[in-house]
């Protein structure tokens, strides 16, 4: 079945690939049961969860947190998606390989969000997509964008404080003329910003260095 460790010592790597799933809405209770809604989502894998989040720099927007415990968003359910076996190690450079083509910079609501990433994950992994309503808010959107308010146009993340020895030149330097409190007073400002910030202080957010390539 493809499910056998290739590791040579017997030790099965098996692990669930899990989509937890959170309301962007109080709305949702409501909404949800006609099959509509506004939702964020993540992967676990290895007891981490993984999402995709905006910020203005073109480095890595994929973040890390506690399962079912993302900052500033309500928890729904979540749905197995299947097993793999894959080590920790290897599932950690995949995971770098991917922050490395989802830059906080090109999330867009209708066609680069959370839901895009998750769904990137499960199919690259399980071969499965995630279920079609949790994203359907984009494929609407893609129809009829006139629709939507414009505080649900992107889904940002602030803690760029987590790149302080980043090495790109020009990231770098908008990094250190940012601070992230300034962001945060700007971004608080932008009714074109969601952020994913942790209520009360609660919860942390860990962004995920992307792979470097050799070339």
């Given at each position: ?48 969860e993984y999402g995709f989040g905006a910020h203005d720099f ?23 998606l299947g097993k793999i076996n894959m080590p920790p190690s ?126």
């Amino acid at each position: 079945m493809g499910a056998e460790s290739t590791s040579g010592s017997g030790e099965s790597n098996e692990t669930q690939v899990v989509l937890n799933v959170y309301d962007l809405t109080p709305i949702n209770n409501y909404t949800f049961w006609v099959g509509f809604g506004i939702f964020h989502s993540g992967i676990e894998v290895h007891g981490k969860e993984y999402g995709f989040g905006a910020h203005d720099f073109p480095i890595s927007g994929v973040f890390e947190v506690e399962p079912r415990n993302c900052p500033g968003f309500l928890y729904r359910n979540s749905i197995q998606l299947g097993k793999i076996n894959m080590p920790p190690s290897e599932f950690r450079s995949f995971i770098e390989a991917m922050a490395s083509e989802y830059h906080g910079d090109t999330y867009h609501l209708i066609s680069k969000n959370c839901n895009h990433f998750t769904d990137d994950i499960s199919w690259r992994l399980t071969g499965r997509h995630i279920p079609g309503w949790v994203n359907r808010l984009a494929r609407l959107g893609a129809l009829c964008s006139c629709l939507l308010p414009e505080s649900l146009q992107v889904t940002s993340v602030k803690q760029l404080s987590d790149y302080p020895e980043y090495s790109d030149e020009d990231a770098s330097e908008s990094i250190s003329n940012t601070t992230p409190r300034e962001s945060a007073e700007v971004y608080d400002t932008d009714q074109e910003k969601h952020l994913l910030s942790p209520p009360g202080g609660s919860g942390e957010v860990v962004f995920v260095k992307e792979s470097k390539s050799d070339s």
